[in-house]
């Protein structure tokens, strides 16, 4: 029986993969420039190069050269997020951003350049922090593939989810973990890929307490945009119930963490370096071959400069991420199987493009040895606008 369970959460897994191989292929970002008699509409992966080109009139808005003319630019949906006027000489270029209220002129695109290399780390930092709570694709912030949302699903891997139930604690008793994870994204503006990427380590100080490090690190396409993250996060696992046994049901832990991560893209003009702490709470109680448990997850994130090929980015990121989950596992199939199953709730609690978001998942695993686990899942990101599939492969070595 066990193994067609598996032959199933399998070919989910590989359809989930394919999904994530085949998204369609439209630009992010777009501009309409006119001279008044002329009209150009363009897009482009990039809105770095795409304001590059306007600024020089290159390639197709090569025709404007000569004339006054006012380019558009539609930002991951968006509108007139920023505004490029242009004179006929050619000699300035000014570039408005409605949203934050910055207006500045420039005499060549290579000025406007060395203002974003040198000087315009805060506007920068602004105008990201508006590309996070107004678009469904931030790169830092502001949604399920944004770094913060990725670096919580990775603690709450860790800590708050029940993924090894053939030993006596299932939380916190591996020795190691390997993950990995392909998403295949859906948005109201824009279709494409994330991939995901997790090293565990760690050992106990006592029979209660440990210490684990993961590594976590990310890929995410766009549309064609690209966005790459990694990071680090140290968590303290302390067991405040008993290992379990037939008398003992109960399992409980919290776990208190710190984290460092950068991600960035250059593509999107955003990124940074992100620094936080939370805590996960895990409970849960064994009814025979069954167990019927909850996560809760509590962190805070802020961001600190970085430099990035010459650009100096201002992470302004200040969010609160909460997040609740219930779920069952049933650990009784042949005592080397096991299903699992359930949903989580997130929300961001600061201003964020996808305020909350639900995820259901479901997995199906086998024992490894002596108690570690492989385990093949699924899990869903679901909201407004905003959805997500998700493909999981998990290893746990225990002690």
Known sequence: ?????????????????????????????????????????????SVFDLATNIFDRQGEFQQFDGTDFTARINYAGLNNAIVI?????????????????????FATAEEAEDFLRQDGAE????????????????V?????????????????????EFRNPFVTYAQGNDAGRLYFGATAIDTDVGSGVLYEAAITGGFKFS???????????????????????IGTQVGVPIKLTPESDDDQPLWWQITPYALAAIGGSEDQLAGGVILGGGVVNFIGVKLGDLTVHSGQQLVGYGGTPVGYDDFEFETDVSQT??????????GGIDQSGFLTGGIIYTRF?????????ISPFAGVGLKLGAGGVFRIGYRGDFADGYDAHRGEIEFRFAH
């Not at 067609?4 to 420039?33: C, K, M, Q």
């Not at 000699?91 to 408005?96: D, P, W």
């Not at 609690?349 to 978001?357: G, M, N, Q, R, S």
Request: no cysteine.
């Open 1 to 45: 029986m066990h193994h067609a369970r598996i032959r199933i959460a399998a070919a989910t897994l590989a359809v989930t993969f394919a999904l994530a191989a085949s998204s369609r292929a439209d630009d992010l970002f777009g501009v309409v420039v006119t001279d008044g008699t002329n009209t150009v509409t363009s897009t482009d992966s």
């Open 85 to 105: 006027n242009g004179d006929a000489d050619g000699q300035t270029v000014s570039v408005v951003i409605p949203s934050i209220g910055f207006s500045r002129t």
């Open 123 to 138: 506007v920068l930092a602004d105008f990201i922090r508006v590309t996070n709570e107004q678009t469904l694709v931030g």
């Open 140 to 160: 830092t912030d502001g949604n399920p593939s944004a770094l913060t949302a990725t670096l919580a699903d990775d603690a709450f891997r860790n800590f708050g």
């Open 207 to 229: 029979d209660r307490v440990g210490l684990s490090i993961s590594l976590p690190g990310t890929f995410r396409d766009i549309e064609g945009s690209q966005t790459f993250s």
């Open 321 to 330: 991420l909460a997040r609740i989950s219930a779920g069952v596992t049933y």
């Open 349 to 357: 609690l600061e201003d964020a493009a996808v305020e909350d978001y």
